[in-house]
């Protein structure tokens, strides 16, 4: 793909400046640009590394003194890296999946298929699947029956729907998202160690031996419009009603969402966080990676938890939170800040009973 710097600024809402008619064939870090690429260069921290390079034109600051850089053209954005979100989407490559219904496909003849949907080889789709128009299914994906998938879908290898799974429209899966896996519902005959020491807050009692009995998840998913889900990642059966992801909601690779979630709109959960059941997450919340959520606790809007933060009970919507347990982040550097003068404060108090014992007095 070659486009034009001017067709670039167009389609990305930037300004153009000096030879807008020079053409490149992809983008690159100004370090490595070749003649033929456009240099990312976004944050003027970075503007060394432009010399270093071969490139011609780069996307630049607002404002950038891109004559000086010996360029000969620029694209400047008000807020590059959002720029950088259009940008990316113009020339993506994709991944070079062959238009139309692969004939190795397995497609229930019940299956109701959008106008041009495509479906990639060794793909699996059961008895009354609904899949939107403009839908792109990869390789080695399974759409189980009776589930629905909503318009311009995009699921890459190995994607897994299960049964009775509602999507909305642009859903994007990445390889090995697993979306409807039955929920870990276990329940013992008597109330089990677990239960004793969660309703003791640590005695579990007399120890018994018992065997675990499946609940099985009567529920199914429903995800709205815009959702995107990282490579490996698992959302679990409600047990009886559904389990729930919110519009525009971004999730990363590793993430486990588990049964009765309901997680609100154009949330932000990054790698390996993990959702224990029941849980309510509201609208516009940011988890970083390894963050863990208990169960049957509730997240308000807006809030922002730190990297392997661990929220073991209710947090009001728009904090920002940090820790094991996550409390708010200023309180937790705190704390931490207090930890790290133990040892200081420990020899102190060790010096003071020495100097006490020489002069003859009790500590």
Same mark, same amino acid.
């Given at each position: ?40 260069? $976004? ?45 990316? *989407? ?28 495509? @479906? ?10 609904? @899949?939107?128009?403009?839908?792109? @299914? ?16 995009? %699921? ?18 990445? /390889? ?12 013992? /005959?008597?109330?089990? &160690? ?62 486990? @969402? ?10 932000? %959960? ?8 029941? $849980? ?25 938890? &730190? ?6 009970? *209710?947090? /009001? ?34 010096? %003071? ?5 020489? %002069?003859?007095?009790?500590?």
């Amino acid at each position: 793909m070659s486009f034009t710097v001017q067709q670039i600024a167009e389609a990305i809402d930037a300004t153009a400046h000096g030879n807008t008619g020079l053409t490149v064939n992809r983008v690159a870090e100004p370090a490595l640009a070749g003649p033929d690429e456009l240099a990312l260069l $976004t944050n003027p921290k970075f503007a060394d590394g432009l010399s270093q390079g071969q490139a011609r034109v780069a996307l630049l600051w607002e404002g950038a003194d891109w004559q000086s850089m010996g360029l000969e053209a620029a694209i400047t954005a008000t807020r590059g890296r959002y720029a950088m979100a259009a940008l990316s *989407k113009m020339v993506d490559p994709g991944q070079g999946f062959e238009m139309g219904i692969h004939p190795t496909a397995v497609i229930d003849a019940s299956a109701v298929l959008g106008a041009d949907v495509s @479906i990639g080889p060794f793909t699996v789709i059961g008895a009354n699947a609904q @899949i939107g128009e403009g839908s792109v @299914i990869g390789p080695h994906c399974h759409i189980g029956a009776d589930s629905t998938l909503g318009a311009r879908a995009m %699921l890459r290898d190995h994607v897994s729907i299960g049964a009775r799974v509602t999507i909305g429209a642009r859903f994007w899966a990445q /390889p090995g998202a697993r979306i409807g896996s039955d929920g870990m519902s276990f329940v013992t /005959p008597e109330a089990s &160690g677990v239960e004793k020491a969660r309703a003791s807050l640590g005695d579990q009692g007399e120890v018994t031996q018992q065997a675990w009995a499946r609940i099985h998840s009567l529920g199914a998913v429903t995800i709205g419009d815009d959702v995107e889900i990282g490579a490996n990642t698992c959302v679990d059966y409600g047990t009886v009603r559904d389990t729930c992801i919110g519009n525009g909601c971004k999730i990363d690779n590793l993430v486990h @969402i588990a049964h009765n979630v309901v997680i609100g709109n154009d949330c932000l %959960l990054a790698g390996q966080v993990g959702i224990a059941g029941s $849980t309510r997450i509201g609208n516009n919340v940011v988890m970083g990676g390894q963050v863990g959520v208990s169960d049957n606790t509730v997240v308000g809007d807006n809030v922002i938890c &730190g990297g392997a933060s661990k929220v073991l009970s *209710k947090v /009001p919507a728009g904090q920002v939170v940090l820790g094991y347990p996550a409390v708010k982040m200023d309180t937790n550097l705190e704390m931490y800040k207090s930890l790290r003068r133990l040892p200081r404060l420990a020899k102190q108090f060790a010096d %003071l009973q020495k100097t006490v014992s020489k %002069l003859g007095l009790k500590s």
